[in-house]
């Protein structure tokens, strides 16, 4: 199979540019060592951190309120098309409410959202011309979904699994040859937590990978493009 850069260097892929929300929360000031305890037991079993970890972690205030500023920065060139993964469904539901406070058109998808109301979200986000360029989703989009034009990804939905990381990633690293963009941007909330990943650094860089994942995210990307 390709490796990343052969893809990227052919135009498969977009070049990306990986930032870091640094979110500097005392993450024990919201959780005990022992609920800490138990989500390095179930990533070592081969499990993704628990739901009720995760929105516990993605209802932080200044975490959300970093993805709604960077969102709003983002949006300021008209050509970007944004897509934002929240960590739960009232975070994704409060996100959307701000942004479009601010006066930015932004719409919201999620598993709760009425079926013809969804994909209408969908198909007004991938239309270049609609005006709709921020999609705030929870629960969905990480597969199934196709939005060439989609340049970047805030990721604030917390999570340790390779494979999700991968497909929010994937959403918007479609290159010019795939009919994408010859750029893109993923932004990820990092909530410091001892004995947990850096997901957007081991993904990037390539660190605390072992063979058998690495070929798994080539055979992601090589699907995604050919």
Known sequence: FPSHDTLQAKGYLAKVENIKLETSVDIKKIFSQSEINVQIKRLKNGLDLSNDFIKKIASNEKGTNMII???????????????????????????????????????????????????????????????LNILVNYGVLTTGFDAPKANIAIIGRPTQSV????????????????????????????????????????????????????????????????
């Open 69 to 131: 500023g960077m969102a709003i920065k983002e949006s300021k060139d008209l050509k970007n098309k944004i897509i934002i993964f929240a960590g739960s469904l009232e975070t994704a539901e409060n996100i959307n409410t701000l942004i479009n406070l601010e006066g930015i058109n932004c719409a919201l998808v999620s598993g709760e959202t009425e079926t013809n109301k969804r994909r209408y979200n969908i198909d007004k986000f991938r239309d270049e011309t609609s005006g």
């Open 163 to 226: 494979t999700l990381y991968s497909q929010m990633v994937g959403r918007v690293m479609r290159g010019v040859k795939a009919g994408g963009k010859k750029t893109c941007k993923v932004i990820t909330v990092k909530d410091p937590i001892y004995g947990f990943r850096d997901m957007s650094e081991s993904f990037f860089i390539g660190k605390n990978y072992g063979i058998e994942k690495s070929r798994k995210l080539r055979n992601f990307f090589t699907s995604m493009v050919y």
